[in-house]
């Protein structure tokens, strides 16, 4: 049940202990995907233009439980570092119940809002009804999203990466499975269409969680959940938005990028929205991925942090920030000599297929100077600094990009939405530097005293 191997064992090993099982589930997740919007095209380019302009809908509800489930992870691992383990029960328990709060207000908000979001980008009522009934059914999941992410978080403060990537894998090869049987039938089965894609996502998360749950009773960890610990204590409550807080906004700010980026096309063509989802379905395989060494790197961080093992964290930020830039360079490879054999498994659009091969070309180009920028943000969150993680993401997907997209437009048309991307990065990543340096440099007091 002991913590101190996370301060006690050599860095990289230990590094690659707790993250590969999440660079391994991020993959399957990735898989999860593509493989979700390939049956999705298949029911029509309709179909996979509503799964686009949901997505940052979908992107920012999951963000909400991604990014309360951080600050979660980062009070106790930094709780447990310090060697406070009932502290660290009350940010278990006080987080699961802010998560469910949560959980039902953006399922409500969700389902009556997005016909109203939906028509802000498209005029065609098919696109419309497609994207209304595949968000009604996704969104009734909402609360076991959130849950089972809160539950993943608290298995990665104590060091149990193999549970998370059992479980996260559980429900991304389950929704796998399901898509083509619920889409299109199977025996009992009847087609669903596009509300059977959501009805499989919805599925697979809820799995994820139940699994949780039963290890969580069979094989206790070290946080244990107390009934008395669920009333909320302000002190707590507020230590954990303040990481909370800085965290959503940092995932939830590619929901309004992508949002705004789809505004500007639209401007010029239907395609180009389409383009930028397939895209963003694709990136998942290298964001993921780098997503996962974060997830191994934040619970070491903070426990560290709170051992007082300040040493330790500088190896750990330049291993993640080596590893991170491997992947980013793996993509920046494929995307740069098939990249219109990507965009094919989403279309048999002969010209969105050259349009969108010359998307990827371009974006490319910042794939690998974005590692400083990832590595950076992650490194910030695990030692619950907050703010300057947010000014990251704010660069990254506000503050830089939407000028650039915007002016870029006017002089090249679409492809200048392309440009912005590579701009961003390059710019972005010295003012991380320079942010997660000003930041460690601070006196190492504890973000929570």
Not at 24 to 51: C, G, H, K, P, R
Not at 129 to 134: A, C, P, S
Request: charged fraction near 10%; proline fraction near 4%; charge should be positive.
């Amino acid at each position: 049940m002991s913590q101190d191997f996370m301060k006690e064992r050599p860095v990289l090993p230990l590094l690659l202990s707790m993250a590969l099982p999440m660079v391994l589930s991020m993959l399957v997740n990735s898989l999860y995907n593509i493989v979700d919007s390939l049956f999705v095209a298949q029911i029509s380019e309709d179909a996979m233009t509503a799964l686009s302009l949901v997505y940052p809908v979908q992107n920012f509800i999951n963000a909400v439980g991604i990014g309360f489930g951080i600050g979660i992870n980062a009070v106790i691992s930094i709780h447990l570092g310090a060697g406070e383990e009932g502290k660290a029960n009350q940010a278990a328990a006080q987080g699961l119940l802010l998560v469910t709060i949560h959980g039902v207000v953006m399922t409500i908000g969700g389902i009556l809002l997005m016909p109203w979001f939906l028509s802000l980008f498209t005029q065609s009522q098919t696109v419309i009804d497609l994207g209304v009934r595949y968000s009604n059914v996704v969104f009734l999941f909402t609360l076991m999203l959130g849950l089972g992410v809160a539950f993943e978080k608290i298995f990665q403060a104590v060091g149990r990466m193999k549970t998370t990537m059992v479980s996260l894998m559980a429900g991304c090869i389950a929704n796998i499975i399901l898509d083509p049987m619920m889409i299109f039938g199977f025996g009992p089965i009847p087609a669903m269409g596009i509300e059977g894609a959501a009805l499989a996502t919805g599925i697979g998360q809820t799995l994820s969680f139940v699994i949780y749950l039963f290890v969580y009773r069979l094989r206790p960890i070290r946080v244990r959940l107390h009934w008395r610990d669920f009333r909320p204590r302000a002190r707590m409550v507020g230590r954990i938005y303040a990481i909370g807080i800085p965290a959503t906004l940092n995932l939830a700010l590619p929901s309004l990028l992508i949002s705004a980026l789809n505004a500007i096309l639209a401007a010029y063509d239907q395609v180009y929205i389409l383009i930028l989802g397939i895209y963003y379905k694709l990136q998942t395989f290298l964001y993921l991925p780098a997503n996962g060494l974060v997830q191994g790197m934040r619970p070491l961080m903070g426990f560290n942090f709170g051992a007082g093992e300040y040493r330790r964290l500088k190896q750990i930020y330049k291993w993640v920030l080596l590893l991170s830039g491997g992947i980013m360079l793996i993509g920046t490879v494929l995307c740069l000599a098939v990249p219109e054999t990507l965009m094919g498994l989403f279309t048999q659009n002969p010209h969105t297929i050259q349009a969108g091969g010359t998307a990827l070309r371009i974006i490319s180009a910042g794939f690998v100077i974005s590692a400083v920028s990832v590595t950076s943000s992650g490194a910030l969150e695990g030692l619950g600094k907050g703010l300057p993680s947010l000014a990251i993401s704010l660069s990254r997907y506000l503050v830089v990009i939407l000028p650039a997209a915007w002016l870029l437009s006017l002089w090249l048309g679409a492809e200048g939405v392309w440009h912005a991307f590579w701009v961003t990065e390059l710019l972005s990543a010295g003012l991380s530097l320079w942010v997660y340096r000003r930041a460690v440099k601070q006196p190492a007091a504890s973000p929570l005293s």
